[in-house]
């Protein structure tokens, strides 16, 4: 009988190869923690070298995973936490991301929109005993440190195939993930492919992507952040990535995670106009006292890159604010300013309007705006008169007496976007500048009340906060009073009530 030497050869490269292969995943998967499944480890300390000492655990992150939490649990001494993405941890310093609190059990959790963002791979993890000493436990030194570890991940749906001109409710949470994705196919026929996000009191952004979904900024065709909650996009053959046929996949986000729901609407369309539905305006609210109408009054100003408060002081729309409130971050103003009126003092202010720029006094750090359309370009109702704040401009304020602030200052909500916040306070002194007097106040005054409203016992505007002064032992705000008020615009802003 006579052996085939090539068939043997085929024989043997058939059986060998399979298990090569094998053992090359095995090799690959070795220290891999499974997801969901609690490990029991520790961490033996050496004599010498008792800092530092650690346990490196290795996890895969799939591509459908939105969020990674990492739990230590049952430690008897401080670990800390430490990750690489895609390479081993040499110094501590430089990892990409760390839990160090000064607790026993750390958690870490990352998503695709964290700051320092979750990625698909592997990541390598050093649980760490940060400290030079052996922990004690029950009055005795122990030198192994035992610990439970568990990796979780969150995983997001499939993607929910939309229908031209159909609008789709849904909610982000943390229970549901703060991301959810959507898809809409686009035929060669199209010219236009609009994507409206709107219905929603948090700040909710998208991205944007052809033929599959992006998780990241980084994998994103488009993306549409700002500080305004609706956001709309139109993509046609002159964007920078033009129109093509095919599925176009869109990832609806909040980088906050809200400890309540975040509702939303969503609707696709072949237009490059917004859908009718967008378009009708609410009735503007009523009030039955002073008050009322300073809430009413006190409006959210948002640009692409920031948003501060504003007060209307005509019924026509003209707002004061703070300059800095609409410069963006190259230092000119804006060419995208929104205005967001207070509809409910228990929810944020809606997104309704656009403005336009009247006039800006750069020193004085004020701005003079015009509300002139709605949201998406439409005509102004004839009917609407704003409500509207008095000048307080030839009332003095003196020391000691009693302010009220409005605004939206950014501390006021556990979500992303914040209702209207009151606050009070005094006349704590003043401070003299080139252009004028600055009104000081120990009211209490943060981040978004910048343009706002401080007012007097008459309900009558006195003035914008602007600024804070703070150190270890407290902090002063600064106001910037009507008086400021260049007379040009007193004079457009009173010419306009005339006319009402």
């Not at 948002?302 to 604010?321: A, M, Q, R």
């Not at 009917?383 to 304020?397: D, Q, R, T």
């Not at 943060?446 to 902090?475: R, T, W």
Request: net charge negative; aromatic share 12%.
């Amino acid at each position: 009988m006579r052996i085939n030497k090539d068939l043997i050869l085929i024989v043997l490269i058939i059986l060998i190869f399979p298990l090569t292969v094998y053992s090359w995943d095995r090799k690959d998967s070795t220290g891999f923690v499974q997801p969901g499944r609690r490990v029991n480890a520790s961490i033996d300390l050496i004599e010498d070298s008792i800092s530092y000492s650690y346990r490196t655990f290795k996890v895969r992150v799939p591509e459908n995973a939105f969020k990674m939490e990492i739990k230590i649990d049952n430690s008897p001494a401080d670990l800390d936490i430490f990750m690489n993405h895609d390479r081993e941890i040499e110094v501590y310093d430089d990892a990409d991301y760390s839990s160090t609190e000064d607790i026993f059990n750390e958690n870490l959790s990352i998503s695709r929109i964290s700051s320092s963002p979750l990625y698909s791979g592997v990541y390598y993890i050093d649980v760490v005993y940060p400290l030079d000493f052996f922990p004690i436990v029950r009055n005795s030194e122990i030198s192994t440190i035992p610990f439970g570890f568990t990796v979780k991940f969150t995983i997001l749906e499939t993607a929910q195939l939309l229908e031209s001109n159909k609008i789709v409710h849904s909610s982000l949470s943390r229970k549901n993930n703060m991301m959810k994705l959507y898809a809409v196919d686009v035929s060669s026929q199209r010219e236009s492919l609009r994507i409206d996000l709107f219905d929603t009191k948090s700040d909710l952004d998208m991205y944007v992507t052809y033929d599959y979904p992006a998780m990241t900024a980084e994998e994103a065709d488009y993306i549409r952040e700002s500080y305004l909650g609706q956001e709309s996009l139109v993509i046609d053959s002159n964007s920078v990535k033009p129109l093509r046929a095919g599925r176009y996949f869109i990832s609806v986000y909040d980088r906050i995670e809200d400890s309540f729901s975040d509702d939303f609407s969503l609707i696709a369309s072949f237009s490059s106009q917004a859908p009718d539905l967008l378009l009708p305006y609410p009735e503007l609210p009523q009030w039955e006292s002073p008050l009322e109408e300073a809430l009413y009054s006190t409006v959210e100003i948002s640009t692409e890159t920031g948003s501060g408060s504003g007060c209307l002081v005509s019924g026509d729309g003209y707002i004061l604010t703070g300059l800095h409130v609409i410069t963006d971050i190259s230092g000119e103003v804006s060419e995208d300013i929104f205005v967001s009126m207070n509809l409910s003092n228990y929810y944020p202010p809606r997104e309704l309007f656009r403005a336009e720029l009247i006039d800006i006094r750069k020193d004085e750090d004020l701005a003079l705006i015009k509300i002139v359309s709605g949201l998406y370009g439409q005509s102004l109702p004839e009917e609407y008169i704003f409500p509207h704040y008095k000048l307080a401009i030839n009332n003095p304020v003196s020391i000691g007496q009693e302010l009220r602030f409005l605004g939206y200052p950014q501390i006021g909500s556990e979500g992303s976007r914040a209702s209207i916040s009151l606050t009070k306070g005094i006349v704590s002194g003043f401070d003299s500048m080139d252009f004028g007097y600055l009104i000081k106040t120990d009211g209490e005054i943060n981040s978004g009340n910048s343009g706002g409203a401080a007012f007097n016992e008459n309900y009558e505007l006195i003035g914008l906060p602007m600024s804070v002064i703070s150190n270890d032992g407290g902090q002063i705000a600064y106001i910037h009073p009507v008086a400021l008020v260049p007379e040009e615009w007193l004079e457009k802003i009173y010419a306009s009530l005339s006319r009402r």
